[in-house]
C-alpha cells in the first residue's frame, strides 16, 4: 500500500475550518469523521443511562431494596433498558461510529458517499432517541411490555407504547438510510487497485451488514406502524378479539429483529478480524473464509427469525425447519473463531490493550455461541425459553461479543481517532472487575435460567435468592470496571500523551495517515497494490 | 440439588439433550480458550520475533466447516427427536383445560371439578390445553423442563407424565403487566388412588395430597403432641412442613414471630406471625395469604380446643 506519510498540508478534521466554530461546526458537519464521534458520544451517554437502569433492576432483587421500586416501574425500567440497549446503543453499534469514522478511510476514500445523507441519519438517531424519552413523561407513562411489544398486551396496555414504537419507527430510517450509504460507499468509492477482496474485513462485515440494514429494517417498521393503527383505530390485525393473530406479530416482529442479533455482532467480528492481525504482525488466516462467513451469516441469519417461537404453538413442521437453519448459522461463527484463533499461530505477538479485549470477546462470544446451539435445540428450547438463561445468553452475545468488541475497537482505533494515547495500566486495571462482574452477573443469569427462573419477574421466589444476590454483586463490579475503563479514556482525551500516527504497526490504510487524520483522509487517494493484511516479510534475527 | 430434579419423563428427554450438549460446549470452551493462551505465550514477541505469514490452510477450513455442521446436526436431530416426544400426547391421557389470564392460572377436569392448583397422578399422562383469557402467557413448570404458551384465540397443546409425588412450582414467562411475576401455581403429584378418591368423589372430596399421605408419614397419632396430631389429622402437613422444607405452603417451623409480607385485599402488607395471625389464617387463610405461595388453603374448622393446641404447637417450632 502506499504511504503518504507525516507532514501534510491539511488540518486536522478537530480543527474547525467552514465559516461556524465550537458546537455549531459538530451539528452541521458532514464530515464522515466527526459524524461518527457525534454517534460515540450520543451512544456512549446512552449506554451508561441503560446500565445505570439495569444496576437499578439488579438491586430490587436483593431483599434490602425490594422496595425500591414498584411492579410497575420495574416493568418500565426493562423495557426502556431493553429498548436504550437495543435500538440506540447495539443496533448502530460499531458501524455508527467505526464504520462512518474508518470505512471511508479503509477503502482509501475522502468521505461517505453521501455525506448529507450521513449527518440527516444522526439526526433521525436523535430524534428517535428524544421520542423514546418523551414516551416516558407523556401519555399513560413509560411503556411496561418488554422491548419485544408483544401483542396484544400492547394493544391493551394503558401505558405510552404507540410514541415509543413511533421512536423505534424513526430509528428505523437512520438505520436504512446508513445502510444505502455504506452500500454505496463500498461500491463506487474504493481506491484505485482497491479490489473487493483487498478489502479488509472490517468492510466485508460492515457490507453484510448493511445489505441486512436495508433489507430487514423495513419490515419491522411496517409492523410498528400497524401496532401504531391497531391502538389509535382497532384495525384487528394482531388483535385476536378482532380477527387478528397474535402469532403474525411475532413472526413480522422477529423477521426483522433476530436479523437485527447479526446487524449488531457483524461488525463486531470485523473489528476483531482487523485487531488480531495487527498484533500477531501477520496476514490474516483465511481471509476469504471470513468473508464469506460475514455474507453466509447474514443470508442464513434472515431465515431463522421463528426460534424465537418455539413455544408459541406454531406448527410442528416450522418448529423442526427453524430449529435445522438455526445450528446452520452457527457454523460461520465457529469458521470465524476458528482463523482468528489460528491468526495468532506463528505470529509475533504484541500484548497490547486491544488484543486483550479482543481475545476476551472471543471467549465471551463463545458462551453467548453455544448457549445459543442450546437454545436452537428444540428440547431444550422447550425448558429454556423465556427464562434467565436466554437473558444471560443474548448478554453474552451482545455485551460480551459486541459490546466488547466496541471497546477492543475503541482502544484499537481511539489513538487514531483523537490523537491521544490512554494509560494502558489503567486500561488493564479496568478489565479485572469488568470481566469478572459480567461473568458473575450473567453466569448466574444462566444457571438461574437452568433452574427456572423466568424473565422479567419483579420478585422471585426464594429458590432462586442467592444466585440473584451473586448477579447483583457482579453487576457492580461490572460497572466500577465500566467507569474505570470510560474514566481512562476520557482522560486521555483531554490529558493524554499524543499519540503515534501507527502506535501499533497496523498495515491497513488508516496507519498511513497521520493521528488524527486530515479532514480529506488523504493528500491524494492512494493506489493499493496488495491484500489489507500484508506484513512486509522479515528476515530471521 | 433440587433444581436439576426431574418429576417428569419430559424433564429426562430434555436434560439428556441439555447434558449432551453442554459436554460438547464445555470441551470447545476449553479448547479454544488453552489453544488462545498457548499461542499468546508460545508466540510472543518475545519468544518469536519474526512473524510467519500463513495465508490459510484450505484442509482446515473444510475439516472446521464439517466438523461442527455435523455436530450441530447432530444436536438438532437429538433435539428435535426428544422434543417431538412432548408434542404427541398418548391417546389415553386425561386432558386439562388450562386457562391463563391476568394473574393467575385455573384447571378444569374432564368431569368439571376446576381447581387452583394443578392435581396430578403419578405415572399417567396428562394433557394440557393451555389458552388464554386475555393477552399471552407462558405455562411453564421448571421440575418438568415444560413450557407452552397460552395464545389468546388459540389453544396449545402439550403433555406430561409425572415421575415424582411433590409439588412443583407452575410460573408465567410471558411479560402480561404489573403482576406477572406473582402469576403462579403449583402442580401437585399424588398417588393414583388418592387422585381418584378426589376426582370421583362428590364436591366435598378432600383435595389429593393432603391426609393420605399425611396418614401415610403418620401411623400413630396418638404418640404425638396434641398439636401435632390435629395438625397431621387434618391434612395440613401435605402442605406446611414442620422441619423447614419448602412445600406447597410457607413451614411452620420457626413461623411464630417471622416477618412476612402478606396480601389483605389486594395490597401487600408486611406483618410479623403472632396468635392473632395464626388463629385467623387457620380459620379464614384466603383473607391473608403469604408472599410468593399461591391462594390454596381451604378453611379449616378446628374447635376451640384445636385451635389453642395448634398455636401453642407452632410456637414451639
Known sequence: ?541 | MEWMNQAALSAQKSDAVFFYVFGLSVVFLLFITALMIYFVVRYSRKRHPVAEQIEGHVGLEIVWTTVPLLLFLSIFYYGWTNYEYMRQAPRDAMVIQVTARQWSWSFEYPNGKKTKVLFAPIGKPMKVEVRSADVVHGFFIPSFRLKIDAVPSRTNTTWFQATKLGSYDIQCTVICGVDHSLMLSKVIVVPEDEFKAWYFGGEDAPEPGKNLRAAEAHPGLKDMPLGLAVLTAKGCLACHSVDGKPKVGPTLKALYGREQQILVAGAYKNITVDDAYLRRSITNPMDQVVRGYPPAMPPTPLSGQELDEVVRYIKGL
Open chain 1, 1 to 541: 500500500m502506499s504511504s503518504t506519510h507525516a507532514s501534510t498540508a491539511q488540518p486536522s478534521y478537530l480543527v474547525d475550518t467552514g465559516a461556524r466554530q465550537g458546537l455549531m461546526a459538530w451539528l452541521t458537519s458532514t464530515d464522515h469523521k466527526r459524524v461518527g464521534l457525534l454517534y460515540l458520544y450520543s451512544m456512549v451517554s446512552f449506554f451508561f443511562v441503560g446500565a445505570i437502569i439495569g444496576l437499578v433492576m439488579r438491586l430490587v432483587q436483593l431483599t434490602t431494596f425490594e422496595k425500591l421500586i414498584t411492579a410497575q416501574t420495574y416493568n418500565a425500567l426493562f423495557t426502556l433498558h431493553g429498548v436504550i440497549m437495543i435500538f440506540l446503543f447495539v443496533i448502530p453499534g460499531l458501524p455508527a461510529v467505526f464504520g462512518n469514522f474508518f470505512l471511508p478511510i479503509l477503502i482509501g476514500a475522502k468521505d461517505v458517499a453521501f455525506p448529507r445523507l450521513n449527518l440527516a441519519s444522526w439526526y433521525f438517531y436523535m430524534a428517535g432517541a428524544i421520542l423514546a424519552v418523551l414516551a416516558l413523561f407523556t401519555g399513560g407513562g413509560a411503556p411496561d411490555t418488554g422491548w419485544t411489544f408483544y401483542a396484544p398486551f400492547s394493544l391493551k396496555t394503558g401505558t405510552n407504547v404507540s410514541l415509543a414504537v413511533f421512536a423505534a419507527f424513526i430509528l428505523g430510517f437512520s438505520s436504512m438510510l446508513t445502510g444505502i450509504n455504506f452500500i454505496t460507499t463500498i461500491h463506487r468509492m474504493r481506491a484505485p487497485g482497491m479490489s473487493w477482496f483487498r478489502m479488509p474485513l472490517m468492510v466485508w462485515a460492515i457490507y453484510s451488514t448493511a445489505w441486512i440494514q436495508l433489507l430487514a429494517t423495513p419490515i419491522v417498521a411496517i409492523t410498528l406502524v400497524l401496532v401504531i393503527l391497531e391502538r389509535f383505530f382497532g384495525i384487528g390485525i394482531f388483535d385476536p378479539a378482532k380477527g387478528g393473530d397474535p402469532l403474525l406479530y411475532q413472526h413480522l416482529f422477529w423477521i426483522y429483529s433476530h436479523p437485527a442479533v447479526y446487524i449488531m455482532i457483524l461488525p463486531a467480528m470485523g473489528a476483531i478480524s482487523e485487531i488480531i492481525p495487527t498484533f500477531a504482525k501477520r496476514t490474516i488466516f483465511g481471509y476469504k473464509a471470513i468473508a464469506f462467513s460475514s455474507m453466509s451469516i447474514a443470508g442464513v441469519g434472515s431465515l431463522v427469525w421463528a426460534h424465537h417461537m418455539f413455544t408459541s404453538g406454531m406448527s410442528n413442521l416450522a418448529q423442526l425447519v427453524f430449529s435445522l437453519l438455526t445450528m446452520i448459522v452457527a457454523v460461520p461463527s465457529a469458521i470465524k473463531v476458528f482463523n482468528w484463533v489460528s491468526t495468532l499461530y506463528k505470529g509475533s505477538i504484541d500484548f497490547q490493550p486491544p488484543l486483550f479485549f479482543a481475545l476476551s470477546f472471543i471467549f465471551l462470544f463463545c458462551i453467548g455461541g453455544l448457549t445459543g446451539v442450546m437454545q436452537g435445540a428444540l428440547a431444550i428450547n422447550v425448558h429454556i425459553h423465556d427464562t434467565y438463561f436466554i437473558v444471560g445468553h443474548f448478554h453474552y452475545v451482545m455485551f460480551g461479543g459486541t459490546g466488547f468488541a466496541f471497546f477492543a475497537a475503541l482502544l484499537y482505533w481511539f489513538p487514531k481517532m483523537f490523537g491521544k494515547m490512554y494509560s494502558k495500566k489503567a486500561i488493564y486495571a479496568s478489565w479485572y472487575p469488568m470481566f469478572i462482574g459480567f461473568n458473575m452477573l450473567y453466569f448466574g443469569m444462566l444457571i438461574l435460567g437452568m433452574m427456572g427462573m423466568p424473565r422479567r419477574y419483579y420478585v422471585h421466589l426464594p429458590q432462586y435468592h442467592t444466585l440473584h444476590v451473586v448477579a447483583t454483586v457482579g453487576s457492580w463490579l461490572l460497572v466500577l470496571g465500566l467507569l474505570m475503563f470510560f474514566g481512562a479514556l476520557l482522560y486521555a482525551i483531554f490529558k493524554g500523551e499524543k499519540a503515534e500516527d501507527n502506535p501499533w504497526g497496523g498495515v491497513t490504510l488508516e496507519w498511513t495517515i497521520p493521528s488524527p487524520p486530515p479532514l480529506e483522509n488523504f493528500e491524494e487517494i492512494p493506489i493499493v497494490t496488495r491484500g489489507p493484511y500484508h506484513f512486509e516479510p522479515q528476515a530471521k534475527s
